[in-house]
């Protein structure tokens, strides 16, 4: 199902697709197992990441969200200081109660195989997770892919052609779409705006008063992870020496009298941005949007407009400001996930910091007053100057160039729903054409590119 929470999910740095995926992995695993008869025979249990959730896992934290998931832990839920020290313990190995299962012997070393040299075909994001009885036979093995924005597939669901294309939620609400293209035809269909059409969806699935009190709780995570990334300092975590600088550049705005309006407008992005990619590069609560490594442009945008425009919480529910920022946004996210990918493995940083950019872009330029064709040309114009972004992250860390690239992503944003806004709506390159572009784009781009640190300025920066 796609819907505005999937689109939008709250869970823990630094990364939705090495994180939040395979902690969802390893339990979905384990439930698996209990469903097979297999996990109570189970005295040891591997986890095995494939691909590029080897090559960026340590970086990306996927062996501590895959011992997260085998402890049952939930990525919305789980505090992230627990998860550290719980982390922390299991590194060392020792007694491990599996969620739902019975304690086995955990070590770390042995349990936890990076195999960087496995690129599987179907997705570059595998994990296996395995339990061995007594005999250390195998007596369970199941694999997952972690396929970006913290949405997890088998390879069945991977392989087997969609019934239709339709859009996720949409398929079975009152308003389906399955292209940008139906989207507006909806909307012109039915005199209404994106955001009426995705709401109409959502109403289908919930009662409007859980749809509203689920933006509130959105907003009010992607809100606290500004406020802790603007109070905290120091070294970031993974032996890169990277600095926070948001704190610092915070306090300096807030003594700032005078700088111009556009001037106001860059700083104040730039700084909302890097607050929430610290903190989700120290593993820190964070919100997809649509993955964590671009979790911080919508969050800067629409802190902006809280803080200048006089946006508050009371703006979240569906037919406030916020609320149809983010179920524009996630509109659009949608059409990106159903007709490319949100996975950086995949798509490069054009499918994730790329995509933050169109979904802000959309979500300004409906706030702004735009219809239905300025909303989608928003969206466009935030993709076309991103196509082609590559993800070659320094030491496999969510850090450089991750962070600087999302207030470049939310500049970017704003400016792209300036243009559309200003323009009639007519423009000779569609949204569908430029996710099309995009996803070509990704298939043909190195996999040097594709979340493996293996080019770049992954290889071309010192790690010191
Ligand atoms: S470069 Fe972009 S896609 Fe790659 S880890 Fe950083 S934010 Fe994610």
Request: glycine share 12%; with cysteine.
């Amino acid at each position: 199902m796609l819907s505005v929470f999937d689109i939008f999910k709250i869970g823990i740095g630094p990364s939705s697709s090495h994180t939040v995926g395979p902690m969802r992995i390893a339990k979905r695993a384990l439930i698996d197992a209990h469903h097979a008869g297999a996990l109570n025979r189970a005295v040891r249990v591997k986890v095995e990441l494939q691909g590029s959730l080897a090559l960026t896992g340590i970086g990306h934290g996927s062996d501590k969200a895959a011992i997260l998931g085998l402890l049952g832990a939930e990525p919305d839920t789980i505090d992230p200081d627990e998860a550290q020290a719980l982390y922390a313990r299991y590194k060392n190995g020792g007694e491990m109660r599996l969620f739902g299962g019975p304690t086995v012997d955990f070590d770390y070393r042995r349990d936890v195989d990076f195999r960087g040299d496995i690129l599987p075909d179907i997705h570059p994001n595998g994990m296996t997770v395995s339990l061995y009885n007594k005999a250390d036979a195998e007596v369970f093995a199941t694999t997952f892919y972690s396929v970006g924005g913290g949405f997890i597939a088998s390879a069945e669901q991977l392989s087997r052609p969609p019934d239709n294309d339709l859009i996720g939620l949409a398929a079975n609400g009152p308003l389906p779409f399955a292209s940008a293209a139906e989207l507006l035809v909806q909307c012109a269909r039915h005199a209404c705006n994106i955001y009426d059409v995705v709401l109409a969806n959502e109403d289908a699935k919930r009662p409007r008063a859980e749809t509203d009190a689920g933006l509130l709780r959105v907003w009010q995570a992607m809100s606290g992870a500004i406020d802790r990334g603007l109070r905290s300092e120091g070294v970031l975590p993974g032996g890169l020496s990277v600095q926070r600088r948001a704190r610092r550049l915070f306090e300096a705005l807030t003594h700032e009298q005078h700088n111009q309006e556009s001037e106001r407008l860059f700083d104040w992005l730039n700084v909302f941005a890097m607050a929430v990619n610290e903190e989700n590069a120290v593993g820190g609560r964070v919100v997809t949007a649509p993955t964590n490594g671009a979790a911080g442009v919508i969050p800067a945008l629409i802190r902006y407009y809280c803080a200048f425009d006089g946006w508050n919480e009371g703006d979240t529910r569906a037919d406030g400001k916020i609320g149809r920022f983010l179920l524009t946004a996630a509109g659009i996210g949608m059409i990106y996930k159903q007709r490319a990918s949100l996975s950086g493995a995949e798509m490069g940083c054009q499918g994730e910091v790329g995509v933050a950019c169109s979904m802000g872009a959309a979500g300004l330029a409906a706030v702004w007053g735009g219809n239905a064709a300025q909303i989608e040309h928003a969206a466009e114009i935030g993709m076309e100057h991103n196509l082609g972004l590559t993800c070659d992250p320094v030491g496999g860390l969510v850090q450089i160039p991750c962070i600087e690239r999302n207030a470049i992503g939310a500049v970017k944003a704003a400016n792209a729903a300036r243009l559309a806004i200003r323009d009639t709506g007519e423009h000779r390159v569609t949204l569908d054409q430029v996710i099309e572009t995009m996803r070509q784009t990704g298939i043909d781009m190195s996999s040097k590119y594709k979340e493996t640190s293996q080019g770049g300025l992954a290889v071309n920066v010192i790690e010191c």
